[in-house]
């Protein structure tokens, strides 16, 4: 089947403008993460979906950033008045299962933001 | 705070020889620890999942250890080949799961 997709692979704006980047899970999996990666560093956690469960935001670095998970599937993460420093690499990836069920994740393309 | 510290340096290995990667954490009891890789301009791929009860995993050429009590996890790769060069992150995972930064390995024909 298809893995996790995400869009759009590259995204090019201007300081101060709003984006929504977008990740579509593999059927069935639970489990969302959104995670950031800067040039040269790890992955840095964001926001984490499971089931119906209030999402686990405490990654989230601003109130600028939010996102939502609408029927259990596709996840929207949106950047409002975007900064310089929110230019990195955004990946989105699934699991079966979330945190402490030893489920691995699977990870999508990501998405390039470069805030100009 | 918890911390997850990956070699920082590049590693190069001679092709045919055994590559060893080195994960560390602190002021975190893990109940699983993965390894992925990565590929430049691509997601991270799993590899391998230990449990705090393991000691040791093995897939085809792959090899991981977990030493709760070190609080250490190493990352065998035997018989390396070129095509193994990649990035290579551990995670954590308790109540939230935490990456490492990484290791840039280089296998050198």
């Known amino acids: 089947g298809a893995g996790v997709s995400q869009s759009p692979s590259n995204k090019v704006t201007e300081k101060g403008k709003d984006v929504e980047l977008r990740c579509d899970p593999i059927?069935?999996?639970?489990?969302l993460y959104w995670y950031r990666q800067s040039l040269g560093q790890g992955l840095e956690f964001l926001i984490y979906f499971q089931g119906n469960s209030a999402p686990d935001k405490s990654g989230l670095p601003s109130d600028r950033f939010s996102a939502e998970r609408t029927g259990g599937s596709v996840s929207t993460l949106t950047i409002q008045r975007t900064q310089q420093e929110d230019s990195a690499v955004y990946l989105c990836a699934s699991s079966l299962v979330g945190s402490r069920s030893g489920y691995e994740q699977y990870f999508g393309p990501g998405t390039r933001l470069t805030v100009t | 705070s918890q911390k997850i510290e990956q070699n920082s340096e590049a590693l190069n290995i001679q092709e045919g020889k055994t590559a060893t990667l080195t994960c560390n954490y602190t002021n975190y009891s893990p109940a699983y620890l993965q390894w992925y890789r990565q590929d430049p301009g691509r997601g991270p791929v799993f590899l391998l999942l230990i449990r705090e009860n393991e000691k040791e995993k093995r897939k085809e050429r792959l090899k991981v250890t977990f030493d709760t009590t070190l609080k250490q996890s190493l990352f065998h790769i035997t018989a390396s080949q070129p095509a193994d060069s990649a990035t290579y992150l551990c995670a954590v995972e308790g109540d939230k799961i935490i990456f490492g930064k990484g290791t840039r390995l280089h296998i050198l024909p």
């Open positions: 059927s069935g999996h639970t489990a």
